[in-house]
Every structure is written in structure tokens, then in C-alpha cells.
């Protein structure tokens, strides 16, 4: 072969490889957004069982009831772009305290049926939190439905779901940074799902939504014996 038949080749070989990567690029997205769709089901028939003393119980957002965790899981689909940045400027920009205006809001003049409605209207809605992407979107369900159903007693994602929530969170450090949680020394393996957490000597083996309770700030880190 000639160099110049290489060189009419190459071009050929890296257009094939992105079309590839591509390819697999979207049919990861297609699983995120399926397994995103289904969690909001899975959250939107246990809500429908719910009793008045439940929908007001603590969560396991400090200041929130249920009831606030369910405006604040669905307050994206309620909120157009100009009325969230608007809103987000009149907190100082702070998101934190944005969401816990908006939550408590929202959570005082909407009934239990009307947040409800809000889920079950939006379960295929297209949003995507800003610079989450479709891994961030099924982050936000299954973490604030953890926040529900562990206080409640109530079944969790299925560990393969929460298991997909563990992998983005370890390839984005600033996840742990957000959540003020320090792994160092640390490994968390899932016993129950293929993924870990952590790269340090003292493997902890746990439940994979007990790990993710962990590296959200939900649950202390455990402790090991030396």
C-alpha cells in the first residue's frame, strides 16, 4: 500500500471512528433518558399513595417536608428560563437559597394533588439541569426521591439505577465538592450494583443507595476499623 492510498484511508478510518462514538453517545443518552422517565413513575405511584401525615413528614432535606421535596423535584417544569434567572438574580444568585424560596412557595399554595399532577403531567419532559445533561436530570429524581422515600420507609430506585447516578457522580468531582463530602481513603463498593466510589485502602462495602446517601451528604461516611 502507498502512502497515498494511507492517506485516503485514514480520513475514512476517523470518520468511521466518530460516527462510532457517536453511535454509542446516543444510545447512552436514550438509556439516561429512559431510566429517568421511569423513576418519575416509580416516584409518582408511591406519592399517589401517600397519606396527609405523609406529604408533611420530614424529608431528608434539613427544612423540608415531603411535600417541599415534591415543588422542588418539579419546580423545573413549572419554571420558563426567564422567570428561573430572574428569580435566581432577586436570591443573589445563590442557588441554594433560589430553590428553598421556591420549594416552601411552591410547596404552601399547591395541594398534594396539584404537586402531584405536576409529576405525573411531566414524567417525559426534556429537562435537563444546566451543565448536568441527561445524567444530571436522573441525578436530581433519584437523589430527592431518596430524600422521600428513606424517611417514609418506602422502596428506593432500583439499584442499577442509582448504580448509573454513582458512576456520573464519580467522574465529576464537583459533585462531591457540592456536597462537601470527602472520600479520601475512602472506597464505597456497591454490594448490590458494578460500581464504586473512591480509590483509597478501606474498602466499605454498602448498599449502592447507601453509598450514594453517603457522597450526597444524606449519611456519614462509615466507620472503619483501623
Known sequence: MTSRQTDRKAPTYLKAQTHLKAQTYLKAQTY?????????ERLAALLAEL???QWDAPSLCAGWRVREVVAHITFPFRTRPLRFFAGLAAAGFSFNRYSDTAARRDASRMSADELLRSLRDNIRDPWRPPRGGQAGALSHDVIHGLDITEPLGL?????DRVALVLADTDTDARSLAYFGVDLTGFTLRATDAEVAIGTGAHVVELPAKDI???????????????
Open 155 to 159: 422502596p428506593a430506585a432500583p439499584p
Open 32 to 40: 439516561l433518558k429512559a431510566q429517568t422517565y421511569a423513576e418519575r
Open 212 to 226: 450514594l446517601l453517603t457522597v450526597t451528604g444524606r449519611s456519614p461516611l462509615p466507620a472503619v476499623s483501623p
Open 51 to 53: 397519606t396527609p401525615a
